[in-house]
């Protein structure tokens, strides 16, 4: 369980006070990345188990079993990639009331009615879950009727922030807001 969350070893985990109940009810992933191979197969060196049916694959589908009945996920970055863009897809018209967006809706005269395009532009971990999305936003002009109003890029943040170990995350949240007026055409 050490490795799964990131710790060097049991006595790291033991020794770490965020590692508690109420911590662990507060993570929602438990992100893995390629390393997590590495570190299984570590474990079972160092295990010394005369057993040939022993290896890596057998820990990790033991993990998989334990997380089936808890309520966080393990997950890849590529999985938890699509779910931040799945949760800005379910909220997106919620960036119109980030102060991110407002200099850019302020200035443009148009009332924004649509997010549209949305894709992942890339996603790392670097002390947290970070993905960042690209959006158009579009609508019509606020003082003339049937006329098209400016268009703008979104740039959003998505992420989880770490809250037990190195990898046990928090629920998906947005970050940062970034809208740009689009130029006239």
Do not use: W
Not at 48 to 65: I, L, Q, R
Not at 93 to 106: E, L
């Amino acid at each position: 369980m050490a490795a799964l969350f990131g710790y060097e070893s049991f006595e790291a985990l033991l020794n770490d006070k965020r590692f508690n109940n109420e911590a662990l009810g507060k993570v929602k992933y438990v992100y893995y990345d390629d390393e997590l191979a590495k570190r299984l197969e570590q474990i079972v060196l160092d295990e010394n188990s005369d057993n040939e049916d022993f290896s890596a694959d057998v820990v990790f589908n033991h993990f998989e079993m334990l997380f089936d009945g808890v309520p966080f996920k393990l997950i890849t970055g590529d999985s938890l990639a699509e779910e931040c863009k799945d949760e800005f897809e379910n909220n997106s018209y919620d960036i119109f009331d980030d102060n991110g967006t407002s200099g850019a809706i302020a200035e443009s005269d148009t009332i924004f009615e649509f997010v549209e395009d949305i894709k992942l532009e890339h996603f790392d971990f670097d002390n947290g879950f970070h993905a960042e999305l690209s959006a158009n936003a579009s609508g019509h002009h606020y003082k003339e009727e049937g006329v098209d109003g400016r268009t703008m890029t979104i740039s959003v943040i998505m992420q989880c922030e770490v809250l037990v170990g190195k990898f046990g995350l928090s629920s998906i949240e947005q970050g940062e807001v970034n809208g740009t007026l689009d130029e006239y055409d």
